[in-house]
């Protein structure tokens, strides 16, 4: 070896080692970033993304979208200047969820409080499966749980966050066929009779999804009727768990909760109750009736991230189980985790609850709302959901029923179809309105409305009015537009 290629060697060698001993990330460096990406959060998303002279969205179509956002990951890293710009491209291209004309989904709007709890939540990066590593959340969640069962109407019982409401309606399954059948756990599928679940056909699709991750099955039969419980049984079915709901995706529609309670208690079935969209109505003493009963359910899915505008996400399960049987269906014990000889009491180890291991903090953005604006507040927030009646009375606007609450359902017909209800081809050309508005509505990035069709109704389109910063001039905005955008169809 030459003596100069010996000196780079160990001059290498001497930089390799003092990288090693010094930290990867410069804290003065990041925390600067991170203060100049904040900015451009503030201004791009929490700024523009709430002003009505802004655009809701501006569309690109895929290939577009790729090559301006320039996707491709590289092995070498990029200067500063060009990753805020990259934060930048970023919150132009996305959606504007908090626009106040962004009626797309069951989700909308923001609360500052919220989303408070949200970049703590992110900064504290935690894991909430054990005491020791979540103090804090541990006994927040345990609380929040705490104020949202009082509301369902238990003075006690259990509960958990999960990742979304889906996997709820999946946990309550597991639970109900677990307190039935508590060897299958152990022992698997193998021997079970065949198990039935009853629902509703404008239940969630994720009804259906348990059904086949549990191995249950998905073949739907529609069945009508009294006796229905004592004709499967006389075939052989076990049926174990009858999931209610309130707040279709679709209508809003809610279940007769004490008249299905009725008959769960009958012929001991769980009694679960998919409330992810229609929960928040139990802070309003005025629209709190529609769920009448639900303190006779089992299992109560609640998505405080839909109507009350916490944040994604916010989902919980909660049970009036006192005997620990979340736990004892999910539990693995890993020894590595949940060490029975703690120096703290380890009933506070709550991660054996939960299917998952990390599990990210839910609770924090829900408490700091509730702390802030009180259930008085949530109480406001949800008799502020607007009904337009401006529907009923402009021409060219049918609605698809008279809504239950906040899912307002309606036909844009244009001027060319009026009085031709009567022609064969009448329903296929209504068809097509609703998809053509839609587009024009996003490539021009004036608002944001979901349509659908369902059962034999063609494709209408479904207005969700519950944000906290909507305003009677947004109303009637969505109305006059479109019919602007619909009227030459």
Request: with cysteine; aromatic share 10%; hydrophobic share 40%.
């Amino acid at each position: 070896m030459t003596s100069s290629v010996a000196a780079q060697f160990e001059g290498q060698e001497s930089r390799i080692l003092r990288d090693l001993n010094e930290p990867l990330v410069d804290h003065a460096e990041g925390q600067l970033f991170l203060n100049d990406a904040f900015k451009i959060i503030m201004e791009e998303v929490l700024c523009k993304g709430t002003d009505i002279k802004q655009k809701v969205c501006e569309w690109k179509e895929p290939e577009e979208l790729s090559l301006l956002l320039d996707l491709e990951l590289r092995a070498t890293g990029e200067p500063r200047e060009r990753l805020l710009q990259r934060v930048k491209d970023v919150a132009k291209y996305s959606i504007k969820t908090s626009h106040p004309r962004f009626f797309n989904q069951l989700f909308a709007g923001v609360d500052y409080h919220a989303l408070a709890g949200r970049f703590l939540t992110e900064a504290l990066n935690t894991n909430l499966y054990t005491y020791e590593v979540a103090p804090v959340f541990v006994l927040m969640e345990n609380e929040v749980l705490r104020g949202m069962r009082q509301l369902v109407g238990w003075t006690e019982g259990d509960g958990i966050f999960c990742p979304g409401g889906s996997v709820s309606n999946m946990y309550a399954m597991n639970l109900a066929r677990y307190q039935l059948l508590p060897d299958v756990k152990r022992q698997g599928l193998f021997g079970l009779p065949r198990l039935n679940v009853f629902t509703s056909s404008e239940s969630h699709y994720s009804v259906k999804k348990a059904a086949a991750f549990l191995g249950i099955g998905t073949d739907n039969k529609a069945v009508h009727g009294r006796f229905v419980h004592d004709r499967l049984v006389s075939q052989g079915a076990v049926p174990f768990l009858v999931s209610c709901t309130c707040g279709t995706t679709v209508r809003g529609a809610f279940d007769p909760l004490d008249l299905i309670a009725d008959v769960c208690e009958k012929h001991k079935l769980w009694m679960h109750v998919d409330a992810a969209w229609g929960g928040s109505v139990l802070f309003s003493k005025q629209h709190a009736h529609l769920m009448q009963g639900v303190n006779r359910a089992n299992s109560v899915a609640w998505n405080p991230h839909k109507m009350l505008a916490t944040g994604l996400q916010c989902s919980a399960l909660l049970l009036q189980d006192t005997m620990n049987l979340l736990r004892n269906c999910h539990s693995a014990n890993a020894t590595y985790l949940f060490q029975q000889d703690k120096f703290y009491d380890v009933k506070f180890d709550v991660g054996d609850k939960s299917v998952q291991c990390s599990r990210k903090v839910d609770c924090l953005k829900f408490w700091l709302m509730w702390k802030a604006v009180g259930s008085n507040g949530f109480a406001d927030r949800v008799d502020k959901a607007y009904l337009v009646d401006q529907i009923k009375k402009r021409e060219g606007f049918c609605l698809l029923q008279e809504p239950d609450f906040v899912n307002i359902c309606f036909w844009f017909i244009p001027p060319s179809l009026r009085g031709k209800e009567g022609n064969a081809d009448y329903q296929d050309r209504l068809a097509k309105v609703a998809p053509v508005i839609k587009e024009r509505m996003m490539k021009q990035g004036t608002m944001m409305v979901g349509y659908q069709p369902l059962g034999n109704k063609v494709n209408f389109f479904r207005l969700v009015v519950f944000s906290p910063v909507l305003s009677q001039k947004d109303m009637d905005f969505v109305i006059d537009e479109i019919e602007r955008l619909g009227n030459d169809l």
